[in-house]
Structure formats: structure tokens, C-alpha cells
């Protein structure tokens, strides 16, 4: 068990902010989890539609992802930077108005029927949802108990799975259920669904605005140690072994965990699986992503009990089990091992954040940005594996996202240990 240092020993991480209020404020975030988890599952609908339409090969489809995770790259350092200028609660409403602003772009875009439109539309709207995941996810682990920081941040996760469970059955509905006869209609029944999405994140925006958050500035300078409150550079917050190491864990976990959703139907299509056409495979990604949201539920529970630290490794073993069963298995064995492997998911994101942002104090939000930039990963490691599918096929393919769960595992065990130098007067200790 590990001491994280410069942990506060209140059971309130904000100063002058009641636990009553701690628990309106965490709700009212949970929100917001929610809605970038629809918007995100809504590329999965995207992007077989936009392909028809504009008879796009599986590259040029796959352009829709690279924008989308590509602006988590591009701006993530920049948006923790906004952050810690405006505080987590400006952060947030600033970024609700840029997704908004995301969504009615898709009107020219779809009104033009012009493909590198959408593209730009859906930069815009990742970068609103990359600045409210920046905002957001640290202060979920500042509201309330810091030993329990990780059970929070899985708990919201939760409905963020909820999003991306729902999205896909009111996007397929939406965007399927009638049939088109040019381009121009087909393109512009993407318009009536982005923009109620416009309009609700509009409100959310307003929402946030007028309701009391905490600030969370008083906390992060009291309850980190000397050393931390000196860094005043990205070159200095690398500094932070865990942070690095925690930054390359959140790439190499939602780089898995999209690479293996985008490959489900092609892997349950094999003859060897289940010979599945792909109108009947497609039916159970709801599996894959339902037991992530499944699994957070649980895990949020477990994590009162059982160190973050552990239940990350475990699920990381227990991923790279079923994912061996399923590249030398056949038939049904194959078949719900992979789909189990989204209930191993479930706690990743949520507790390598926690993990990585430890002991940075004031400097959260920037180490926010940090991670929330690797999540790029989604982009890179689907194409690695495709690769590696074109060469040694797409069973073996696989290999590459246990590889992924097995750095995770280290990450847990060894790497997510600050080594930053604390005072020993300054180092009370949260057990995670």
C-alpha cells in the first residue's frame, strides 16, 4: 500500500463547501459525463452513415475518429491551461458553448453535404467535450473524501457508460430509420439530431453558470507540499513519473478499448467465432459496452474496500486472459471472452486518472490536460492494429491490446507511485 503525498486527512476535500453541497455539485456533474458519452457513442453511428453517403473508403471514414480523438491531443495542454486561468466551473460552461457551437456546425456541413465540413464540425465538438473532461474529472476527485477520489470519478464514469450505451439505439433510429434517395437528404438527417444536441448542452452551459461549484483553487494550494508548489512548467510537471506514466496507461487503455469495439463485428463475423452477418453482430457491442457500464457500478462499490490500485490490476490480468482465450479459442469461448472484456474496462479510465493526478496540487488541472491528451491514443492504436490485421490477421491482431493491458498492469503495481520529494511534515497519507 502506498502513502500519496500531500493527500489532505479531511473527509472534505473543499474548503467551505458542505457535504451537502459536495453532493449537489457531484450530481450535477454527473451530467455531464453522461452527455459526453452519448455524443462520443454517436460516431459509431456516424460513421457507417457518412460513409454510405459520400461512398467513402474505410480510410476516409476512419478520419472521423482521428478528428474526434485528435483534439484531444491538440488541445488538451492548452485547455488545462484555460482551466487553471478560469477556474474548473468557467472551464466547464466554456466548454459546454464550444460543443454546442461543434453541433450546429453539422447544419452547413449537412446542408452542403461536404464531408471535410463534418470533419471540422466534429474537431469543434471534440474540443468542447476535451475541455469538459479537463474541467471535470478533477474536480470529481476533489469533492468529498480524497480516499475514496477513485470510487467518485468510477461512480460518473458510470453514467458515461450510460451514454454510450443509449446513444447508439437513438442515433441508429434517428439516422436509419427511413430510407433516402440522394445525398443531400441523407446528409441532412444528421441536422435535427445535433441540433437538440446544441440546445441541451446549451442549457447545461447555463446551468453551470448559475449554480455554486467550488472553486477549488484554496484546496489544491493547501493540500500540496513545497516541491509542487513550485512547478510553473509543462517541463517541470513531466517531472512527475506517475503523471508520465499515468498519461502513457490512458493512451494505451482507450486505444484497446476503441480498437476492440471497432473490431467486434468483423471478429464475431469469422466463421471460426460465430459466422455472424453484420446486422446480427452488431447487436452485441451493446454487450461490450453495457458491461462497462455494468462493471463501474460494481467497481465503485469494490473500490471502497478494495485499493484502487489492485482492482486495476486485476481487471488489466483478467483483460489479458480473455483476450488469450479469444485469439486460440474458436466458437462461443472466443466469442464472450472478448465481449467480457468490457466489463474488465469499466474502472480504467476513471482510477489511471486518479492515480495520475495524485499529489499535483495546484498544478491538477495541467496534469488533467496532460492525461486527457493521451486519450489520442483511440486514434493511433486502432490503426496498429489494423495493420497488424492486414498481416497476420485479425485474430492475432489482438495481441496488440493485451500488450496495452499488460503496461496498464505495471502501471498499477509500480508505476503510479508519486516519487515526486515531499517534506515528512508535509505528507499525510491516503492508502489507494
Same mark, same amino acid.
Given at each position: ?311 486495476? =490490476? @486485476?481487471?488489466? #490480468?483478467?483483460?489479458?486472459? !480473455? ?5 486460440? /479459442? $474458436? +466458437?462461443? %469461448? ?16 476513471? =482510477? @489511471?486518472?486518479? #492515480?495520475?493526478?495524485?499529489? !499535483? ?5 495541467? /496534469? $488533467? +490536460?496532460? %492525461? ?61
Amino acid at each position: 500500500m502506498a502513502q500519496i503525498p500531500g493527500a489532505t486527512t479531511t473527509t472534505q476535500a473543499v474548503h467551505g463547501f458542505s457535504n451537502k453541497k459536495q453532493g449537489f455539485a457531484l450530481i450535477s456533474l454527473t451530467s455531464l459525463f453522461f452527455m459526453w458519452g452519448f455524443i462520443t457513442a454517436l460516431n459509431d453511428i456516424l460513421i457507417p452513415h457518412l460513409k454510405g453517403i459520400f461512398d467513402l473508403n474505410y480510410t476516409q471514414a476512419n478520419l472521423i475518429q482521428f478528428c474526434f480523438f485528435g483534439a484531444y491531443f491538440i488541445v488538451s495542454i492548452p485547455a488545462g491551461m484555460l482551466v487553471k486561468k478560469i477556474g474548473f466551473q468557467g472551464g466547464i460552461a466554456f466548454g459546454l458553448f464550444t460543443a454546442a457551437l461543434g453541433c450546429l456546425l453539422f447544419i452547413p456541413a449537412a446542408t452542403l453535404a461536404t464531408y471535410w465540413m463534418f470533419l471540422g464540425a466534429l474537431f469543434v465538438l471534440a474540443s468542447g467535450i476535451t475541455i469538459l473532461q479537463v474541467a471535470a474529472n478533477p474536480l470529481v476527485t476533489l469533492l468529498g473524501d480524497p480516499q475514496k477520489a477513485s470510487s467518485r470519478l468510477t461512480m460518473t464514469q458510470a453514467f458515461n457508460s450510460l451514454g454510450t450505451t443509449i446513444a447508439p439505439i437513438i442515433g441508429g433510429f434517428l439516422l436509419f430509420s427511413a430510407v433516402q434517395s440522394n445525398v443531400e437528404s441523407e446528409a441532412e438527417k444528421v441536422i435535427l439530431p445535433y441540433i437538440m444536441l446544441a440546445v441541451m448542452l446549451c442549457l447545461l452551459a447555463f446551468y453551470f453558470i448559475k449554480i455554486k461549484l467550488p472553486s477549488g483553487q484554496e484546496d489544491q494550494v493547501a493540500n500540496t507540499d513545497e516541491s509542487s508548489k513550485e512547478i510553473s512548467s509543462m517541463g517541470s510537471l513531466l517531472k512527475n513519473r506517475h503523471l508520465v506514466l499515468g498519461a502513457l496507461a490512458i493512451f494505451t487503455y482507450v486505444g484497446a478499448e476503441v480498437s476492440i469495439g471497432g473490431l467486434l463485428i468483423n471478429f464475431l463475423g469469422e466463421k471460426h467465432i460465430a459466422n455472424m452477418p453484420m446486422s446480427v453482430a452488431a447487436n452485441y457491442i451493446a454487450y461490450y459496452w453495457g458491461g462497462a457500464m455494468v462493471g463501474r457500478f460494481i467497481g465503485a462499490i469494490l473500490m471502497q474496500k478494495i485499493p484502487a490500485r489492485i482492482l486495476l =490490476t @486485476i481487471n488489466c #490480468l483478467a483483460s489479458v486472459t !480473455l483476450i488469450l482465450i479469444a485469439i486460440l /479459442g $474458436s +466458437g462461443p %469461448l472466443a466469442m464472450w471472452s472478448i465481449l467480457l472484456v468490457g466489463l474488465c474496462n469499466s474502472i480504467m479510465f476513471p =482510477t @489511471i486518472f486518479s #492515480l495520475g493526478v495524485h499529489g !499535483l496540487g495546484a498544478n491538477t488541472s495541467q /496534469g $488533467s +490536460g496532460l %492525461l486527457c491528451l493521451a486519450i489520442v491514443g483511440g486514434a493511433i492504436i486502432p490503426v496498429l492494429q489494423g495493420v497488424l490485421a492486414d498481416s497476420i490477421g485479425l485474430q492475432l491482431s489482438f495481441i496488440l491490446p493485451l500488450l496495452c493491458y499488460l503496461y496498464i498492469a505495471y502501471f498499477a503495481l509500480y508505476g503510479s507511485t508519486p516519487r515526486q520529494s515531499t517534506s515528512p511534515t508535509k505528507t499525510t497519507g491516503v492508502v489507494l
